[in-house]
C-alpha cells in the first residue's frame, strides 16, 4: 500500500514554513515513542521530532526521514510534605496549559514562563526562559531515551548542562528524546521574587518583591502581547519561531569593544551578555525592516516573522543580511536560537 503523502510541515510550525517529511507518525504513549524512534534509528532513517514546532526552522523542501509527533500525555505529581513537590510531566503536555496549572495548584516558580508557546517536553531543550526565570531553576530531572546507547536515563538538573538557551540535550543533537520533566515546587500562591526590571516597572513594584502568581502571569502576557510574542493566528508578527537571534555573550575584550551605550549584563567568568535586539537595531535593522513576505516583526526587532506568503528562503536570506550587518557594524556574530532542519545560515 502506498502511504499517503504527509502534509507540509509548515500546518505544524509556527513560521508555518516547510515542506512535508517523507513520513510522519503521530504517537501518544511513551513506549511508542521509543519503538517509534529506535527503529528509524536501527534502519538509519533521520529522524525529527517535533513538539509543538514552535523553535524550528524547517527547510522548503521537507524533511527527508521521519517526523515523530510527539504527543504523549499525563502528570504525575508526588507530595514530599514540608511544603516541596514533584510533579512530572510527559512530553506531549502543552506548556502554558501546564504552567496555568502551577499557577492554579499554587507551585511556584514557572510563572514568568506563561504565554510560551510549545509542548514541556521541548522546553530542557534551549532551557526556555523569560522575564527573569528559566526552566533549569525548577527542573529536578528530566527523563530520556538515550538514541546513542539506546536505552533509558534520567539527567538530574546538575547533569543536564543548562545554560543560557542551551543544555546538553540541545548540544547533542538527534540523541536525546525526551521522555518526562520532573519539576520540584515550592507551594504558595506567591510568585517567586520578581528579577527582570521590565516586569518589576509594569507590576509597579521593586525588583524582589513577590506577588500573587495570577498577577505575575497576567502582566507577563501582557508584556508579550505588546511584543507579539503570544501566538495570534489573525497577528502575523506573531507568525515566527520567537527570537531568532540569541543575545550574545562576550568575553572581557570583546565586551570592552562594545559603544558605551550598549546594554550588558554579567554572565559569569567575566563575560558579559548584550543585547542582540540593540546590535541589529543599531545595524539599521529596525521593528518591520524588510519589503518581502519575511520581515522583522513590527513589533520586535529580534523575531522574523512570516507575513503570508513566505517561504524558508525568503527567512534564511533575510537572517543572513541581519547576522551580516552586525557583523560588518560590530564584529560580533549573532546566533540563531531556533532549531535549523535541513536549512542552513
Ligand atoms: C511567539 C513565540 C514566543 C517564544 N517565546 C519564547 C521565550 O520567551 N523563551 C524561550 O525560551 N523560547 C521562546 N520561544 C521558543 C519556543 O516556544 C520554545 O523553545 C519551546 O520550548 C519550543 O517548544 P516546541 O514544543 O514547539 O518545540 P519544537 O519547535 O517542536 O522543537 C524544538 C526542538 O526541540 C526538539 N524536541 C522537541 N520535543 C522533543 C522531545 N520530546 N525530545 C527531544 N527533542 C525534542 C525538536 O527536535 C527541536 O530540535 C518562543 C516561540 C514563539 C513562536
Not at 505529581?77 to 514540608?82: I, K, L, S
Not at 519539576?183 to 526590571?197: E, I, K, N
Not at 505575575?216 to 502576557?221: F, P, Q, Y
Request: aromatic share 6%; proline share 6%; hydrophobic share 40%.
Amino acid at each position: 500500500m502506498v502511504e499517503p503523502t504527509p502534509p507540509p510541515l509548515a500546518e505544524l510550525t509556527t513560521l508555518r514554513l516547510g515542506g512535508p517529511p517523507k513520513r510522519l507518525v503521530e504517537v501518544d504513549d511513551e513506549a511508542g515513542l521509543v519503538a517509534e524512534v529506535a527503529a528509524r534509528d536501527r534502519a538509519g532513517e533521520p529522524v525529527l521530532v517535533l513538539g509543538g514546532g514552535s523553535n524550528v526552522v524547517v527547510a522548503d523542501g521537507g524533511f527527508d526521514g521521519t517526523a515523530v509527533l510527539v504527543r504523549s500525555r499525563g502528570v504525575q505529581v508526588a507530595d514530599h510534605g514540608g511544603g516541596g513537590l514533584t510533579v512530572t510531566v510527559a512530553p506531549g503536555e502543552d506548556w502554558d496549559a501546564f504552567v496555568v496549572r502551577a499557577i492554579d495548584e499554587g507551585w511556584r516558580g514557572v510563572e514568568c514562563l506563561s504565554g510560551i508557546p510549545g509542548l514541556c517536553g521541548a522546553v530542557p531543550m534551549q532551557n526556555v526562559g523569560a522575564y527573569g526565570q528559566e526552566v533549569a531553576d525548577s527542573i529536578a530531572s528530566v527523563h530520556t531515551y538515550d538514541r546513542k546507547h539506546q536505552r533509558q536515563v534520567t539527567y538530574a538538573a546538575g547533569d543536564c548542562g543548562f545554560g543560557y538557551r542551551t543544555s546538553r540535550f540541545k548540544r547533542e543533537p538527534d540523541r536525546h528524546l525526551i521522555l518526562g520533566v520532573t519539576f520540584q515546587f515550592a507551594r504558595g500562591d506567591l510568585s517567586a521574587p520578581l528579577a527582570y526590571a521590565e516586569l518589576a516597572r509594569r507590576l509597579d513594584a521593586p525588583i524582589g518583591t513577590r506577588l500573587p502568581s495570577a498577577e505575575v502571569r497576567a502582566a507577563v502576557l501582557d508584556l508579550r502581547r505588546g511584543k507579539g510574542m503570544l501566538l495570534d493566528p489573525a497577528d502575523h508578527d506573531t507568525w515566527s519561531a520567537g527570537s531568532f537571534f540569541t543575545n550574545p555573550i562576550l568575553d572581557a575584550t570583546a565586551a570592552g569593544r562594545l559603544p558605551t551605550d550598549a546594554p550588558r549584563w554579567p554572565a559569569g567568568d567575566d563575560r558579559v551578555k548584550t543585547s542582540a535586539a540593540w546590535l541589529i537595531e543599531r545595524s539599521g535593522f529596525g521593528k518591520g525592516y524588510g519589503t518581502g513576505p519575511v520581515r522583522l516583526s513590527t513589533k520586535h526587532t529580534l523575531a522574523l516573522t512570516n507575513r503570508g506568503a513566505g517561504t524558508t528562503a525568503d527567512l534564511l536570506a533575510l537572517a543572513r543580511e541581519i547576522r551580516d550587518g552586525v557583523a560588518a557594524r560590530f564584529g560580533i556574530v549573532l546566533e540563531n536560537e531556533p532549531v535549523l532542519v535541513g536549512a542552513e545560515l
